[in-house]
């Protein structure tokens, strides 16, 4: 996959991070718009505790999986004006073919290990900020159990 800029990203995103958040969104969604000021600030705030956020632009490629660049430029604009300036990533490759067909509405939350394996079920719609924390500490849990 790309991020917005067009530079590779790969599984290696999730190394040195228990779990990575991420938030399939489009900039066409009010909700999704709504909730990213909150996950721009919790990014920050869980940044020194093993977690991190990315997003996934849904509506930045078209059906064929070719980037979309007015979309990519609006996107960026929307990360800019709600703070939510953690990495986001162009749904192409895999992304597109193995992740996007599963996803029937956004936002959608996946949660995933520093391996990128899959940590309980997505979460569908938008959240608050107290609520993500919550599911945030849940998954935290799950993985801390699992090691033990």
Request: charged share 25%; with cysteine; net charge negative.
């Amino acid at each position: 996959a790309q991020d917005l800029d067009g530079n590779p990203v790969d599984e290696s995103i999730f190394e040195g991070y228990d779990v990575t958040m991420i938030n399939l969104w489009g900039t066409f969604c009010g909700p999704c718009l709504q909730e990213m000021p909150d996950l721009g600030e919790l990014a920050d705030e869980y940044a020194d505790k093993g977690v991190q956020i990315v997003g996934i632009c849904t509506d930045a490629v078209n059906g064929d999986g070719e980037v979309l660049p007015d979309v990519v430029e609006t996107a960026k604009e929307d990360i800019e004006d709600t703070g939510a300036d953690y990495l986001h990533i162009v749904p192409t490759g895999e992304i597109f073919t193995d992740l996007l067909p599963r996803v029937s509405g956004v936002p959608t939350t996946i949660f995933v290990d520093a391996k990128g394996q899959q940590i309980g079920l997505a979460d569908m719609g938008a959240k608050d900020k107290d609520t993500w924390i919550q599911v945030i500490e849940e998954k935290l849990a799950d993985v801390s159990q699992g090691e033990s």
